[in-house]
């Protein structure tokens, strides 16, 4: 589903892939739906462990928020080298392939992103209380806006099969957040490698 969507694979195909029969599959799952629920809600409990583990570390704030925009760089990098495609995120692919044609997992996707959205928020708040940005941008409104870039460049770097496109991503988030001096992102090869569940994949 990652790299291919949701409507382009059937329950055949998922079977063969798995080598198990349709019958078995139709054990454990209802439909597809169940299936894409169930991957979607195990993909999230390992990304988002991985964001806890980013975002509270012991670092300021800014730099933990930096660390992040980095890491979801350096995924898409790392997918464009090891299979010449930048594969995206799964959440965001499937909102905009579903939009509002199946409303169950637009709801999971929607829980999704606003735990995203919450944990963006107490980190800008930390930052607004040592005085790294300012208060009116500690605001969830903000963070949404600050998700929503972390989602819309990936969505580009998709768009184009190039991940330097995700090179001012952390530019870019600055000027959202009002923080002091801006700094661009520098390409990952070699460099970071980013933990599997934290990033947009």
Not at 131 to 159: C, N, S, W
């Amino acid at each position: 589903m990652l790299s291919r969507g949701y409507s382009s694979i059937g329950v055949a195909e998922i079977c063969a892939r798995a080598d198990v029969r349709k019958g078995s599959f139709y054990h454990f799952f209802d439909s597809k739906q169940a299936l894409t629920i169930e991957a979607l809600d195990g993909h999230w409990r390992d990304q988002r462990a991985a964001w806890v583990s980013v975002l509270g570390a012991t670092a300021p704030a800014l730099t933990r928020l930096e660390r992040l925009a980095r890491i979801q760089a350096a995924v898409q990098r790392q997918a464009k080298d090891e299979t010449d495609a930048v594969n995206g995120c799964l959440f965001a692919n499937l909102a905009l392939e579903l939009s509002s044609q199946d409303q169950a997992v637009q709801a999971h996707l929607q829980q999704i992103f606003d735990e995203q959205i919450q944990l963006v928020h107490a980190t800008l708040q930390e930052a607004a209380a040592d005085g790294t940005i300012p208060a009116d941008r500690a605001t969830r409104t903000i963070a949404r806006a600050v998700v929503a870039q972390l989602e819309g460049m990936v969505m580009f770097a998709k768009l184009s099969n190039d991940p330097d496109v995700l090179d001012d991503l952390w530019t870019q988030i600055q000027l959202l957040i009002g923080s002091g001096q801006l700094t661009r992102l520098q390409p990952a090869r070699g460099g970071l490698t980013p933990p599997q569940a934290v990033a947009s994949d």
